[in-house]
């Protein structure tokens, strides 16, 4: 099968999907086995977007996984996110790759993000705003100050203690003392 190649607004709604969606394949020591293959397979057939686990430390080899995984399996690299592969494939198999895209689009519509032919979606109308209703509540007073007033004095601070702060010695200070 051949990889399914996926715009930037839908991969990024694909994306968005996927975040809250834990592994539900993962590769064991093995590696890509066809245990591992039929696996994967059978999840994009009931799920459509997945998340793999590949346990190598190796950035390289985890690419060459998800890249054999895109074209053995024909479907979507979405994403790869450390040791984590987004996959999606659309439910149907004998979709051709236009097909694909179109689907996935709907779906990143139906989630509420992406466009419809490079339009950006429509914008809830804007409700008008209210003016403010008047009350017949009189007005706050203010204290304006009058030209030639003084300024009033400021409360006294309160008395220093009478007797003075007991100090502490730490026992480095008692040991030098001594």
Request: aromatic share 2%; hydrophobic share 40%.
């Amino acid at each position: 099968m051949k990889e399914i190649i996926l715009a930037r607004d839908t991969r990024l709604a694909l994306r968005a999907q996927a975040h809250h969606l834990d592994p539900v394949v993962l590769l064991g020591v093995n590696g890509l086995t066809e245990a591992v293959m039929k696996e994967i397979d059978r999840e994009l057939k009931a799920h459509e977007l997945i998340k793999v686990r590949v346990p190598t430390d190796d950035r390289e080899e985890r690419e060459a996984v998800f890249a054999e995984v895109a074209e053995t399996l024909g479907c979507a690299r979405v994403q790869m996110i450390g040791k984590l592969l987004v996959l999606w494939r659309p439910a149907d198999e004998s979709v051709d790759p236009k097909e694909a895209e179109e689907s996935a689009r709907i779906a990143a519509l139906a989630f509420g993000r992406g466009s419809v032919a490079g339009k950006a979606r429509a914008e809830a109308p804007v409700k008008p705003r209210k003016a403010p209703v008047k009350t017949d509540k009189p007005a706050k007073k203010v204290a304006s100050k009058k030209p030639g007033e003084k300024k009033k004095k400021k409360a006294e601070p309160a008395p220093r203690r009478a007797r003075p702060k007991r100090t502490r010695t730490t026992k480095k200070a008692a040991l030098a003392k001594s």
